[in-house]
C-alpha cells in the first residue's frame, strides 16, 4: 500500500539550532499532513498541504510540499526545549515512521 | 466536545487472556481508526472503519478484530494477548480517508506479561 518514508529517525540539537525532517513518496501524493507528537502524549495535527511546491510557515516551522509531490519537509528555525517530540508526516491513514527531536538546553 | 475518548488508559493482561479496547468519539465522524506505537516503529495502522458496519484491515491486522456497530464506537479486540502486543495503542477519527485532519484520543498503555 501507499508508504511515506521519514528521515532521519532521530535528531538531536542544541536550543537554538536548526532542525528538518524529510518524508518521500515513491508515489504522487494528493496532500501530505504533518503532525507532532509531545512525549507521553498523542498526535496532533499540524498542518496540511496539497499543492505543488507549497510552502507554508506557522512561526518558526516552515513546511514544503515538493514540486513532484513526492515528497516534503519540515523546517523549524531556531529550535526550542519546546519543540521536543517526534513529527510524523502522514498520507491519508498511513503515517511516517517519524522524527524523534531533543533539544539540549 | 471530548473529541476521541479511549479506555482504559493502562492495562496489564497475562498471556492468553483477550480483551476490548475501547473507542468512542463524538464529532460525528465516518472514519475510525486504530494504531499502534512501539519505538522506533512510528503509528501502525491495524484496522479502520470508512462508516458503520464497514471496517477493514490496515497494515498489522493479526491478532485483532474490530467492529462497527455505531458511528461513534469502534472498539478493538485482543483475541489471546501475546507479549508482542505490548504496545501503545491509538484510537482516532476524521471525517475523511484523505484530506482532512485525524484527531486521537490519549492513548492506551498496553502491557502483555
Known amino acids: 500500500g501507499q508508504q511515506v518514508m521519514q528521515i532521519p529517525q532521530y535528531q538531536h540539537v542544541q536550543e537554538g539550532e536548526d532542525f528538518t525532517t524529510y518524508c518521500n513518496s515513491s508515489?504522487?501524493?494528493?496532500?501530505i499532513q504533518w503532525y507532532k507528537q509531545r512525549p507521553g502524549g498523542h498526535p496532533v495535527f499540524l498542518i496540511q498541504l496539497v499543492k505543488s511546491g507549497e510552502v507554508k510557515k506557522q512561526k518558526r516551522l516552515t513546511f514544503q510540499f515538493g514540486e513532484a509531490k513526492k515528497n516534503s519537509s519540515l523546517h523549524i528555525t531556531a529550535t526550542q526545549t519546546t519543540d521536543v517530540g517526534t513529527y510524523f508526516c502522514a498520507f491519508r491513514l498511513t503515517f511516517g515512521e517519524g522524527t524523534q527531536l531533543t533539544v539540549n538546553p | 466536545n471530548a473529541g476521541v475518548t479511549q479506555t482504559p488508559k493502562f492495562q496489564v493482561l497475562k498471556t492468553g487472556q483477550s480483551m476490548t479496547l475501547q473507542c468512542a468519539q463524538d464529532?460525528?465522524?465516518?472514519?475510525m481508526s486504530w494504531y499502534r506505537q512501539d519505538p522506533g516503529m512510528g503509528l501502525r495502522l491495524i484496522h479502520y472503519?470508512?462508516?458503520?458496519?464497514?471496517?477493514d484491515q490496515g497494515e498489522v491486522p493479526n491478532g485483532y478484530n474490530v467492529s462497527r456497530s455505531t458511528t461513534e464506537d469502534f472498539p478493538l479486540r485482543l483475541l489471546s494477548a501475546a507479549p508482542s502486543q505490548t504496545s501503545v495503542y491509538f484510537c482516532a477519527s476524521s471525517t475523511s480517508f484523505s484530506g482532512n485532519t485525524i484527531y486521537f484520543g490519549e492513548g492506551s498503555w498496553l502491557t502483555v506479561v
Open positions: 464529532m460525528n465522524h465516518e472514519y
Open positions: 508515489t504522487t501524493l494528493s496532500n
Open positions: 472503519s470508512v462508516g458503520a458496519g464497514i471496517t
